[in-house]
């Protein structure tokens, strides 16, 4: 009764543990989401007319910045209804995925108050990727042998989410060839961004056929017959 009793008291502290985890990151994305408006507004001494386009493109800039965000507060929900426990690095590798997080307004005021310039743009980009490659940390420890989640979990069901966290980081990676165009606007690497959802899109309809396949073909594979031994005592 007694070793029954620590056992459930050991279970209810992981879990308020892993509680407090989720509730901590949730909070950071919801400050870090709030704090990109604050750098919308317009300079002392200047009249809506004459700021309109630079407002706009804030507005735009914020747009893309904030679905970004909202992407991966997302991942990092489903990704943590997969864990089953916790443990030390686990819980270090979620606060570096929050130092990028909590970046991200730092990042963004920098992208809108200085001048268009190709350093910014890859400067407020990296920053992008470091939180998306934070995210796949996370779930690599997580999921290498099981580590972190149930057993039950197929392989190809963790290869498969493991590429679909990777898409955004590689997707801003690539979006910075751009930049290597003569006389382009620096901004034009910001705009190819509203494809993404149309990339990552095609990418999980790719991914799922491919495991609808490999499940057909799983289930209609033949089955080894059993080897009959002959009896021979003639």
């Known amino acids: 009764m007694r070793q029954y009793s620590l056992s459930r008291m050991i279970f209810e502290e992981k879990s308020l543990g892993f509680d407090r985890l989720i509730m901590l990151c949730d909070g950071i994305f919801a400050i870090a989401m709030t704090l990109l408006v604050l750098d919308i507004k317009l300079p002392e001494g ?4 004459e700021e309109l386009g630079n407002l706009l493109t804030k507005s735009i800039f914020y747009l893309i910045t904030f679905i970004t965000v909202a992407g991966y507060w997302v991942s990092h929900r489903q990704l943590m209804t997969y864990i089953k426990r916790q443990d030390g690095p686990f819980t270090t590798l979620t606060f570096l995925f929050l130092a990028f997080v909590v970046f991200f307004p730092a990042s963004f005021n920098v992208l809108v108050t200085t001048e268009n310039s190709a350093e910014v743009v890859i400067f407020y980009t990296l920053v992008l990727v470091g939180c998306g490659l934070s995210s796949f940390l996370l779930w690599a420890y997580a999921s290498w042998k099981h580590r972190l989640i149930d ?4 392989q190809h069901e ?3 989410r ?12 690539l979006s910075l060839i751009l930049l290597t165009i003569p006389n382009i ?5 910001f705009y190819s961004w509203f494809l993404l959802p149309i990339v990552a899109r095609i990418a999980h309809v790719i991914s799922d ?19 009959k031994t002959s009896v021979s005592g003639e």
């Open 46 to 49: 200047v009249t809506l007319d």
């Open 158 to 160: 963790i290869i498969t």
């Open 151 to 154: 057993a039950a979990i197929s």
């Open 162 to 173: 493991c590429i679909r966290i990777l898409i955004m980081p590689i997707y801003f990676c």
């Open 185 to 189: 606007d620096a901004n034009a690497v």
């Open 209 to 227: 056929r491919i495991e609808k396949r490999l499940t057909r073909h799983h289930t209609m594979a033949p089955t080894k017959p059993e080897s």
